[in-house]
């Protein structure tokens, strides 16, 4: 009987030890978690990091001058935070420039010409120096090009009006389903002769903004490479609708872009050492380039100072990892991805242990969630952290693509991860001119920054 009780009591204590402790534990866990999200809407530092980065700096392309300021400037932010070791990884970049704005118009009748709100595509060759007038005819996407043949394309300009898929719900699928127009447009058509070629803008709405984004023309010798320059989605539709009542109307565009020699540029790296297992490294990241339209607020200067923002919050409730926590700021994820290339390049060559990599790079908007590259069996783990963040209305934890800038860190037994926010509004301003500090909203921002510093605690506190 003695016996018999006593491994009963045993068993009750051991009983109470383990709810007592992952009791506490979840407990624990929200509450740091509520203090993270508490510390980011109250003390936050990243909405005034954006605006400075949008507003004194400005359009941060790689290789001009506004690029190595923001390097400058964050750098010199990351020294203020305290942390334990901040350094620039140089880096060499690709350097485009757009010279004097772009001109364009149609003409339905000689004379009687209709102004086109125009944008050069990065990488594109400039027109000749007196522009490009030609027929244009309209195509519905690279694949209409075959079934065209160059009895119809050749000598004229192309232009790529598929539009992106409105019945998308995540609209980067939309993007994704049509950007292959922008970006080989230009390659493809001048198989078939094409003079130019001019593509709808990435956009779901109707509005007179071009947006830019990267174009390649490959391995092709530079003599056949054709100008390639985005227009507004109002100005593709007016065109359109103008080729239907007269398909033989000439359309004239002009453009002065070049391309220099590659130049040094860098990332900007700073970090947390952690205080019992610093050689798992953790990293949290965006990328510091933007286009030079508008001032890269979205794209990507809201994913920056988000992911400062998480080593500053961490310092804020007195938070101290046991894993090393690095932020990264990717130079040139825009027109070459450099910076993601190099930093993979060096962690390989020194053999760090990385072992999660999260980015944000889609818009300083609501934070939905997370999407994760990893096993099914780190999936399950991540998943069971889902209800901590329900609170916060933060919810879409679903396997899938993580970020461009840490693609290149990919190996096993590492975890990439994106930060998902709504992504509804993302396509009006990505790449345009209206790309400003005044469309990112300060608590979505900072919504965004808790979240992510609440999955990197996580991920610290439980490892993999
Ligand atoms: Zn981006």
């Known amino acids: ?47 005034d990091w ?59 009748t000689p004379g009687t010409t209709t102004n086109v709100a125009i944008c050069a595509l990065g990488g594109s060759v400039a027109t000749p120096s007196n522009g490009i007038k030609a027929n244009i005819i309209e195509v519905n996407g690279v694949e209409e090009l075959a079934t065209l043949g160059k009895g119809k394309i050749q000598g004229k300009i192309v232009f790529f009006n598929k539009p992106m898929d409105p019945t998308q719900i995540n609209t ?50 530079i003599d056949n490479r054709i100008p390639a320059a985005a227009i507004s989605t109002n100005a593709a539709d007016l065109l359109s609708t103008s080729l239907l009542l007269n398909p033989e109307i000439n359309f004239y565009f002009k453009q002065n872009c070049k391309q220099f020699e590659d130049v040094e540029s860098y990332n900007v790296i700073g970090e947390i050492r952690g205080s019992s297992k610093p050689e798992e490294i953790i990293v949290v990241g965006g990328h510091l380039d933007s286009w030079d339209l508008g001032d890269g607020s979205h794209d990507d200067g809201a994913g920056c100072v988000q992911s400062m923002e998480v080593l500053n919050l961490f310092k804020k409730i007195g938070y101290k990892p046991k894993r090393t926590i690095r932020v990264v700021l990717f130079m040139n994820e825009e027109n070459g991805l450099r910076g993601g290339t190099k930093y993979a390049e060096v962690a390989n060559a020194t053999n760090e242990k990385h072992i999660f990599a999260l980015e944000s790079d889609s818009g300083g908007f609501t934070p939905r969630g997370f999407t994760f590259d990893s096993s099914n069996k780190d999936f399950d783990k991540i998943k069971s952290w889902k209800p901590l963040f329900e609170p916060y209305l933060v919810h879409y934890f679903e396997k899938g693509e993580s970020g461009a800038d840490i693609g290149p860190l990919k190996k096993e037994g590492l975890i990439l991860a994106g930060l998902r926010p709504d992504s509804q509004r993302y396509f009006d301003y990505h790449h ?25 605690y996580l991920v610290d506190t439980y490892g993999f």
């Open 1 to 47: 009987m003695k016996n018999s009780y006593s491994v009963k009591s045993k068993l009750a204590l051991l009983v109470v030890i383990f709810f007592t402790y992952f009791g506490f534990s979840q407990n624990n866990d929200q509450e740091q978690i509520k203090k993270l999200y508490d510390a980011a809407l109250t003390q936050g530092k990243g909405y």
């Open 172 to 221: 980067f699928n939309a993007y994704s389903n049509c950007v292959d127009q922008r970006y080989s447009g230009a390659l493809e058509a001048s198989k078939y002769g094409a003079l130019g070629v001019i593509v709808r803008s990435m956009n779901l709405r109707l509005d007179d903004f071009p947006h830019t984004g990267s174009m390649g023309y490959g391995e092709q010798p």
């Open 432 to 456: 345009a001119e209206n790309d400003t500090f005044e469309h990112v909203n300060k608590r979505e921002l900072e919504l965004g920054s808790a979240s992510m510093a609440s999955l990197i």
């Open 50 to 108: 954006l605006n400075y980065l949008s507003n004194q700096i400005g359009g941060r392309l790689s290789g001009s001058v506004q690029a190595q300021q923001a390097v400058n400037y964050t750098k010199s932010q990351l020294d203020s935070l305290g942390l334990d070791k901040v350094w620039l990884q140089p880096v060499m970049v690709p350097k485009w420039v757009r010279g004097t704005p772009e001109f364009a118009y149609f003409e339905t």
